[in-house]
Antibody, heavy 124, light 108 residues
Framework: QVQLQESGPGLVKPSQTLSLTCTVS??????????WSWIRQPAGKGLEWIGL???????KYNPSLKSRVTISVDTSKNQLSLKLSSVTAADTAVYYC????????????????WGQGTMVTVSS | QSALTQPRSVSGSPGQSVTISCTGT?????????VSWFQQHPGKAPKLMIY???KRPSGVPDRFSGSKSGNTASLTISGLQAEDEADYYC????????FGGGTKLTVL
């Protein structure tokens, strides 16, 4: 059974870079059947898609965050990573990694497995 | 893509049916059959309930169903149960991914 676990600093200073890791267990991150995505949720608010990485290694980002976001995969560690630069208080949120099931759907929004989420606060 | 529009809240009594709407545009919901729905209980990660407008992942009760008409997708929950009380989010894919603002379902 595939499980995802996010990890990283819970506190980041303004203007710095937020770096998170998502460890995939119970399956290979290299499977061509799935893509991998990051989604965030500010406290008491809705979900915001950050971006995804395809099995080819290419990426797609939310246009509103594109200039600050980098998503990558380390297949040797079976990990997905997120880097968000020049953070402000508006980036304070719970960050989730999620698997995109392309086996069942041709779309890119069948997020069928999620991590538990990790809270990141941007504050000095 | 702009965020999809959902009602802030809906409610229903146990055993009843409720429908949550999700309105987009002719460029997203209206043009693609890639609408998914997620259930989120407080403090928990979202759970996929519906994908590709009408499809249910394994393990999701058939009380949950999805549909679409024009630019509006809908999630219907029949035979409402106490554990259905949660936030529900719609999500569309039309080259990029966008979520709705979320709907709080209260079971009276």
């Amino acid at each position: 059974q595939v499980q995802l676990q996010e990890s990283g600093p819970g506190l980041v200073k303004p203007s710095q870079t937020l770096s998170l890791t998502c460890t995939v267990s119970g399956g290979s991150i290299s499977s061509g059947l799935y893509y991998w995505s990051w989604i965030r949720q500010p406290a008491g608010k809705g979900l915001e898609w950050i971006g995804l990485i395809y099995s080819s290694g290419s990426t797609k980002y939310n246009p509103s965050l594109k200039s600050r976001v980098t998503i990558s995969v380390d297949t040797s560690k079976n990990q997905l990573s997120l880097k968000l630069s020049s953070v402000t208080a508006a980036d304070t949120a719970v960050y989730y990694c999620a698997r995109v099931n392309t086996y069942e759907s041709s779309g890119e929004n069948a997020f069928d497995i999620w991590g538990q989420g990790t809270m990141v606060t941007v504050s000095s | 893509q702009s965020a999809l529009t959902q009602p802030r809240s809906v409610s229903g009594s146990p055993g009843q049916s409720v429908t949550i709407s999700c309105t987009g545009t002719s460029s997203d919901v209206g043009d693609y059959d890639y609408v998914s729905w997620f259930q989120q209980h407080p403090g928990k990660a979202p759970k996929l309930m519906i994908y590709d407008v009408t499809k249910r992942p394994s393990g999701v009760p058939d009380r949950f169903s999805g549909s679409k008409s024009g630019n509006t997708a809908s999630l219907t929950i029949s035979g409402l149960q106490a554990e259905d009380e949660a936030d529900y989010y719609c999500c569309s894919y039309a080259g990029s991914v966008v979520f709705g603002g979320g709907t709080k379902l209260t079971v009276l």
